[in-house]
């Protein structure tokens, strides 16, 4: 199946054009031309929005279920169309496309079934105990609620389970929340398909037009606007850690501050403890190479330093990261300007005197090639730089003098997304007390494994301190995510015909 995109926005049911537009700029194939985004559409959606959270909002946790069914089931129906425009506009591989739209479906599904089983709702009741002295306790129940319409950055590197109908969009229409999706530039016909896989899903359910915008490309301006909407009560990002920062300090300065649910990046270390380097570094030197380089190195969670203690069982494992990254060939990146960003900042390693090149390689255009470096702890420690995510194949061997500098250098670290630990059972007792370091600086901590695959499940924390996230106790991925989206309220002394249905 073919699809070219017609380049609208869709606005409340409508499918809108103007006059000015933007090129889309595929890796291959025909370019397209979309309507650009402006703030008065942003405000007929967000008004939209706001008409429909009064039906959406109140509706059964059933009729939401059977809406995210439809919308898996529509977008399933156009798999053929998605992977092709998606290729196009990415140069992702067919598979990982079709697997992101698995993915893509299975949590609009497991939402559904999440919903129905209602233990999200966290119900609570505490009776009135009308006789307590020396004064009687009210009948309290507690329910959580949905918060009002939320606004939705698609991302850069996740075409379909960060984007139009990801995982915050799934998470929003899951707990009753209208949802404006703010669509990103680098794949807008990948977005514009399934807006209309959305579109046709609210058709068959015949729910309120405005649950669901989409807002094609736009300047500036527009991603402000949405944020800074009165009729918006939460955001959901994933992106650069520059552009969140400033979307988060709007949503902070408004008349009615929000909570902004920003997903903003992390090098994810690892620390490869002594046991494990030396009975299986050469192992896992490998397997982290095949971790860095995994979708060119575009994933939130790829591991871009590793941490062991110098020494020969250091030489082996990196030489065996080397030698796999050697035999790696060239990757087709997301966008030109993320092509551009990786160069730079490749070159901002190569500046620093107390970086040693270990395996260096040149990329251009849209193809990068991966690339390794080496340095101490105590240059990490002196070097911010040193610790900025660089998006793409790149990594850092940070060699330490013994298991107390490799605990100096976990608490230098930066929020994260993820930690892992490479630990034998000769490194139980180092692994313990690094652990506690670990926990406090990311949101998942990995065993003997790499970070490149987040499961989406009831225990998974996609998120962790800032600048990983700017919400702690929050997780962009999983069902717990669906809290983001929700606020508790109490209901005193109400009688039984009042309460909402799902307290009753």
């Known amino acids: 199946m073919i699809f070219t995109p017609h380049g609208k926005h869709l606005i409340a049911g409508e499918w809108v054009g103007g006059e000015a537009t933007f090129q889309s700029e595929p890796a291959h194939g025909p370019a397209h031309a979309f309507s650009t985004g402006t703030v008065d559409l942003v405000d007929r959606a967000c008004e939209a929005a706001e008409d429909a959270f009064w039906s959406y909002g109140y509706s059964t946790r059933e009729e939401r279920a059977a809406f995210l069914d439809a919308i898996a089931d529509e977008i399933e129906a156009r798999a053929g169309a998605i992977t092709q425009i998606g290729s196009q506009e990415t140069g992702l591989p067919e598979a990982r496309l079709q697997g992101e739209r698995g993915r893509t479906v299975g949590q609009l599904r497991l939402f559904a079934e999440h919903i129905r089983k209602g233990d999200y709702l966290d119900r609570r009741h505490d009776p009135a105990l009308p006789d307590r002295q020396p004064l009687p306790r009210p009948d309290i129940r507690l329910i959580e609620r949905p918060i009002g319409p939320v606004a939705v950055f698609g991302a850069s590197n996740f075409p379909l389970a960060f984007s139009t109908a990801g995982g915050d969009t799934a998470a929003a229409l899951a707990a009753g929340c209208p949802v404006v999706v703010k669509g990103h530039s680098a794949h807008p016909g990948t977005g514009e398909i399934v807006a209309e896989a959305i579109h046709a899903a609210i058709r068959s359910q015949n729910l309120h037009p405005g649950v669901f915008s989409l807002i094609q490309g736009g300047r500036r301006d527009v991603g402000t606007a949405l944020v800074q909407h009165p009729r918006i009560k939460a955001v959901g990002f994933t992106g650069s850690l520059a552009g969140g920062r400033a979307l988060f300090d709007l949503c902070a300065q408004r008349p009615e501050p929000i909570p902004f649910f920003g997903e903003l990046g992390s ?60 035999a790696t060939g060239p990757q087709t990146m997301l966008t030109e300007g993320i092509a551009r960003a990786y160069r730079d900042g490749k070159e901002r390693f190569e500046s620093r005197n107390a970086v040693r090149r270990v395996h260096t390689t040149d990329s251009a255009g849209r193809e990068a090639n991966p690339n390794l470096y080496e340095t101490t702890a105590e240059a990490y420690l002196q070097d911010h730089a040193l610790g900025e995510e660089v998006f793409g194949p790149l990594g850092l061997i940070v060699r330490v003098k013994s298991l107390a500098e490799m605990q100096t250098l976990a608490r230098g670290f930066e929020g994260q997304l993820t930690a892992t630990i490479h630990m034998d059972d000769g490194d139980l007792t180092d692994a313990r007390s690094l652990l506690p370091i670990l926990e406090r600086k990311a949101g998942r901590v990995l065993v003997n494994g790499f970070p490149t695959g987040v499961e989406v499940c009831d225990a998974m924390v996609h998120g962790g301190p800032y600048p990983a996230s700017t919400n702690f106790g929050a997780t962009s991925v999983g069902t717990l995510s669906i809290r983001r989206f929700l606020r508790p309220v109490s209901y005193q002394n109400f009688p039984q015909a009042l309460l909402p249905d799902d307290l009753q």
Request: hydrophobic residues 50%; contains cysteine; glycine residues 16%.
């Open 267 to 326: 090098v994810n270390p690892m620390f490869v403890l002594p046991h494990a380097a030396a009975a299986r570094g050469g192992e896992i030197g490998k397997g982290w190479a095949g971790s860095l380089t995994m979708g060119a190195g575009q994933f939130c969670t790829n591991p871009g330093i590793a941490v062991a203690i110098d020494g020969p069982e250091a030489d082996r494992f990196i030489a065996a990261a080397k030698a796999a990254l050697a």
